[in-house]
């Protein structure tokens, strides 16, 4: 499931009492979206085209994620996705591989480039290097995470003998969101799996496109997850024909998100994962 955060406003029963439903109702992960500045969208040059404005909520992922690792037993913790070229590399890498020690190995990490050029201005980041950062970012945390010294020579990052430690007892997965040909590019040199969201023909389509990509980069066999984020379904019948159709075109995961379908309180966002997932047990099997 996607955490409704623009809808619990920071509330900490939020994330206590969705975390914790997710967790016991068997939910296999739950995806937190990550904006790290909110802006106001009028007369800007170039126009901000994004969803969220000054008036939407975020956790930071990482926070959220430290609390739930000791509140919850074994849903997975996903980022759908993190800006990480906006972010620190090596620090980002640093509170990824402790979120993953502290949930016992439960982190997830999605990653893209983002849309809000005003967030990127704000935290001294480069927006037009923003696909180019991240490629090299990718593959730098993987470094860090893996090995005891690390020296890196990079477009973006010199590092001279220097590691985080502790270090992840794994290498945390890293997908890739996105809705252009340089995410699927991406994903298909670097990702161990994608995050798709939106129309659901489109999602169809781009998923054939990264599989056909996969396929030229040599990954054909490679372990690759298609999770698509159903922000169109409402109902819970939605829900199931959306996740049907999905499976039916190859794709594998689903995240059912309970923003913007009228819910006005926790125990109504609480008791939507259970109808759904309920539907979900009758249909597809626990």
């Not at 969803?51 to 996903?78: C, K, M, N, Q």
């Not at 966002?269 to 597809?284: G, M």
């Given at each position: 499931?996607?955490?409704?955060?623009?809808?619990?406003?920071?509330d900490?029963?939020?994330?206590?009492?969705?975390?914790?439903?997710?967790?016991?109702?068997?939910?296999?992960?739950?995806?937190?979206?990550?904006?790290?500045?909110?802006?106001?969208h009028?007369?800007?040059?170039?126009?901000?085209?994004?969803?969220?404005?000054?008036?939407?909520?975020?956790?930071?992922?990482?926070?959220?994620?430290?609390?739930?690792?000791g509140?919850?037993?074994?849903?997975?913790?996903?980022?759908?996705?993190?800006?990480?070229?906006?972010r620190?590399?090596?620090?980002?890498?640093?509170q990824?591989?402790?979120?993953?020690?502290?949930?016992?190995?439960?982190?997830?990490l999605?990653?893209?480039?983002?849309?809000?050029?005003?967030?990127?201005?704000?935290?001294?980041?480069?927006?037009?290097?923003?696909?180019?950062?991240?490629?090299?970012?990718?593959?730098?945390?993987?470094?860090?995470?893996?090995?005891?010294?690390?020296?890196?020579?990079?477009?973006?990052?010199?590092?001279d003998?220097?590691?985080?430690?502790?270090?992840?007892?794994?290498?945390?997965?890293?997908?890739?969101?996105?809705?252009?040909?340089?995410?699927?590019?991406?994903?298909?040199?670097?990702?161990?799996?994608?995050?798709?969201?939106?129309?659901?023909?489109?999602?169809?389509?781009a998923?054939a496109?990264?599989?056909?990509?996969?396929?030229?980069?040599?990954?054909?066999?490679?372990?690759?997850?298609?999770?698509?984020?159903?922000?169109?379904?409402?109902?819970?019948?939605?829900?199931?024909?959306?996740?049907?159709?999905?499976?039916?075109?190859?794709?594998?995961?689903?995240?059912?998100?309970?923003?913007?379908?009228?819910?006005?309180?926790v125990?109504?966002?609480?008791?939507?994962?259970?109808?759904?997932?309920?539907?979900?047990?009758?249909?597809?099997?626990?």
């Amino acid at each position: 499931m996607v955490y409704p955060q623009n809808e619990t406003h920071g509330d900490p029963l939020g994330l206590h009492d969705i975390g914790i439903a997710a967790d016991t109702l068997g939910y296999d992960s739950i995806l937190f979206y990550d904006h790290v500045v909110g802006a106001e969208h009028a007369h800007r040059e170039p126009a901000l085209w994004g969803p969220y404005t000054e008036e939407h909520s975020f956790h930071d992922p990482f926070v959220a994620f430290g609390y739930l690792a000791g509140s919850t037993s074994r849903i997975e913790l996903a980022t759908g996705v993190l800006i990480l070229p906006q972010r620190q590399t090596v620090l980002a890498a640093q509170q990824a591989a402790d979120v993953d020690l502290m949930s016992g190995g439960r982190l997830r990490l999605g990653v893209g480039t983002g849309w809000n050029w005003v967030e990127y201005d704000a935290l001294n980041a480069d927006f037009s290097t923003r696909g180019a950062r991240l490629d090299e970012q990718i593959r730098l945390v993987r470094e860090l995470w893996s090995n005891p010294l690390v020296s890196f020579n990079g477009r973006f990052h010199e590092l001279d003998r220097c590691c985080i430690n502790p270090r992840p007892l794994r290498l945390i997965p890293i997908y890739i969101g996105g809705f252009s040909e340089p995410a699927y590019r991406r994903a298909a040199r670097l990702g161990d799996g994608f995050t798709f969201a939106g129309d659901l023909d489109a999602a169809i389509a781009a998923r054939a496109r990264v599989r056909e990509l996969l396929v030229e980069a040599g990954r054909a066999e490679t372990p690759f997850v298609y999770e698509y984020a159903m922000t169109r379904a409402r109902s819970a019948q939605e829900v199931l024909a959306t996740a049907q159709r999905w499976q039916d075109a190859g794709g594998g995961a689903v995240s059912v998100l309970t923003q913007k379908i009228g819910l006005d309180s926790v125990a109504a966002h609480v008791d939507y994962i259970a109808e759904v997932k309920t539907a979900f047990d009758s249909r597809f099997g626990a």
